[in-house]
Nanobody, 114 residues
């Protein structure tokens, strides 16, 4: 059974940083495009960043220049480093396979506020 467990969220002041972690289990994701997503209540879940099997990354405009996605294939982990966080980054953050349909995890709450 595929499962994603996100962690690392919290309350941070504007300009602060957080590193999110995603533990994937149930299969080997080393050859799968993985993504970080976020969702604000009442709005659609949106893609934030993705990383390919070879390690190529894409950061959506919302996080460009501030977010970095990485992975550790040996540990089946995916990470999202977020710098210079702003209030508009407040959301629940999730990870999942980019092009496959797996159930979503619980996510991790990120709140940016002074």
């Amino acid at each position: 059974q595929v499962q994603f467990v996100e962690s690392g969220g919290g309350l941070v002041q504007p300009g602060g940083s957080l590193r999110l972690s995603c533990a994937a289990s149930g299969r080997d994701f080393s050859s799968t495009v993985m993504g970080w997503y976020r969702q604000v209540p009442g709005r659609k879940r949106e893609l934030v960043a993705s990383i390919t099997a070879s390690g190529s990354t894409n950061i959506e405009n919302s996080g460009k220049g501030r977010f970095t996605i990485s992975k550790d294939n040996a540990k089946n982990m995916v990470y999202l480093q977020m710098n210079n966080l702003q209030p508009e980054d407040t959301a629940i953050y999730y990870c999942n396979a980019r092009w496959l349909s797996f159930s979503w995890g619980q996510g991790t709450q990120v709140t940016v506020s002074s």
